[in-house]
């Protein structure tokens, strides 16, 4: 599966929106990109995935560029609760054991 | 109403001994997980059932037994716990296999201490 890129930490102000980056080159066609959160203490969260059309749910937004190397997580109206590790993966297999996750991003909403 | 609970919430044990993890999900999911959440965040595939059967086993030793009653069941049995056991174990769940439009849903978490 392609590999996936980004940065280790964000500060987003409460109430704007929070844009997470995410990397993906090598990503192929038929790889999906999905992205999870964790909040302190919880279990990951799953939130948004897309192909290549920009795709909004009740949580978020994502925008895939056109070439599809990368994309980003919009958070509209980001709270404290926010505050989370975002991970993005991109999985080819269609099967969920196969969703591998980095590092991910520390968003950190401050009031 | 929890969706994927687990149990306990905390477990503190000495090495060498033998401890269960359980899980169980009300969603009505087909296919469910275990996790390892290391001390570097690191969050790895362990075992994936699929209507009760194994699909999936990532080398994890066989000191580590999932055993799945039913399909909204899926508890996690260590062997002669290791120091390098330590982490937190997380369950999931999802209406089948595929990732497309199944996503994972994930307990709360258990984390283990082995002294």
């Known amino acids: 599966d392609a590999k996936t890129t980004q940065p280790p930490s964000m500060d987003c102000a409460e109430g704007r929106a929070a844009n997470l980056p995410c990397n993906h080159s090598?990503?192929?066609?038929?790889?999906?990109v999905y992205w999870y959160r964790q909040i302190h203490s919880q279990g990951p969260q799953y939130i948004i995935h897309g192909l290549k059309n920009n795709e909004t749910n009740e949580m978020a937004s994502l925008i895939i560029t056109e070439d599809r190397k990368s994309s980003t997580l919009i958070l509209p109206h980001a709270t404290l609760r926010d505050t989370a590790v975002y991970y993005c993966?991109?999985?080819?297999?269609?099967?969920?054991?196969?969703?591998?996750f980095g590092k991910g991003t520390l968003l950190t909403v401050n009031p | 109403d929890t969706a994927v609970s687990q149990t306990p919430k905390y477990l503190v044990t000495q090495m060498g001994n033998d401890k269960s993890i359980k899980c169980e999900q009300n969603l009505g999911h087909d296919t469910m997980y275990w996790y390892k959440q290391d001390s570097k965040k690191f969050l790895k595939i362990m075992f994936s059932?699929?209507?009760?059967?194994?699909?999936i086993n990532e080398t994890v030793p066989n000191r580590f037994s999932p055993k799945s009653p039913d399909k909204a069941h899926l508890n996690l049995h260590i062997n002669s716990l290791e120091l390098g056991d330590s982490a937190v174990y997380f369950c999931a769940s999802s209406q089948a296999v595929s990732s497309y439009n199944s996503p994972l849903h994930f307990g709360n978490g258990t984390r283990l201490t082995v002294t």
């Open positions: 993966i991109v999985n080819s297999g269609g099967s969920n054991y196969k969703l591998t």
């Open positions: 090598t990503i192929s066609g038929n790889e999906y």
């Open positions: 059932y699929n209507n009760k059967e194994l699909i």
